[in-house]
């Protein structure tokens, strides 16, 4: 009884394995391109993947008032998230103090990371615009560009971040 089930059972997976190079398993459906585009979107430190876009920090502040500050805080520090800009002390402190602005190593990173998950509540609300304005009004608190600066698609991957050699780099080009 018991090898004859073991027969059968063997027989069943032969043939199912068979299928299976037949004609595939047949589930899902194909993923459309909107759906790929919604999550292809790595952004690499030379600019790859940039979005088009634009945006400043004075615009980014009223949308960091709106959707960032009660998490982050006034001005990027006080908050019950991550403090944003103003470390009190350096990166090589112990602990060291760290902030966008003197860990963070490529302005694209901060892009793609809010991009893709801020405001922590509904990540993916912000306009590509609203991303590089917010992301202008966190460079230009932690004083890495002007509070006028125009950040797009074609300059945001030529900002220098203070920490850019701190990281071992495997996009280099
Ligand atoms: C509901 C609370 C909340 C809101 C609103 C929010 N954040 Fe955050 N944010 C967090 C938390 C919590 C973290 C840390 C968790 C993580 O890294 O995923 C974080 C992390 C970050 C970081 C990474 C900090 C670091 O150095 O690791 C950035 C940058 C950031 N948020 C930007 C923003 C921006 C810009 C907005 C507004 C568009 C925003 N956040 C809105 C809660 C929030």
Redesign the pocket.
């Known amino acids: 009884m018991y090898m004859r089930n073991f027969t059968l059972l063997i027989f069943i997976m032969m043939n199912y394995a068979h299928a299976e190079t037949i004609q595939g398993p047949n589930l899902g459906k194909p993923v459309s391109s909107a759906v790929v585009d919604r999550w292809n979107r790595d952004i690499f430190p030379n600019g790859e993947g940039l979005p088009t876009g634009a945006g400043s920090a004075y615009k980014g502040k009223i949308?960091?008032q709106q959707?960032?500050l009660?998490?982050?805080g006034v001005d990027g520090a006080g908050g019950?998230?991550?403090?944003?800009a103003g470390a009190l002390h350096s990166l090589t402190d112990d602990p060291p103090d760290?902030?966008?602005g003197n860990?963070?190593p490529y302005a694209t990173t901060?892009f793609d990371?809010?991009r893709r998950?801020?405001?922590?509540?509904a990540p993916g609300k912000?306009s590509n615009d609203?991303v590089y304005a917010?992301?202008a009004y966190?460079l230009a608190l932690n004083g890495i560009i002007s509070e006028d600066k125009i950040i797009d698609n074609n300059n945001l991957s030529k900002i220098e971040m203070p920490n850019r050699d701190g990281f071992i780099n495997t996009f280099k080009k």
């Open positions: 949308i960091y959707q960032c009660s998490c982050h019950s998230a991550d403090e944003l760290k902030v966008v860990y963070w901060v990371f809010i998950s801020m405001p922590l509540h912000l609203e917010v992301t966190l």
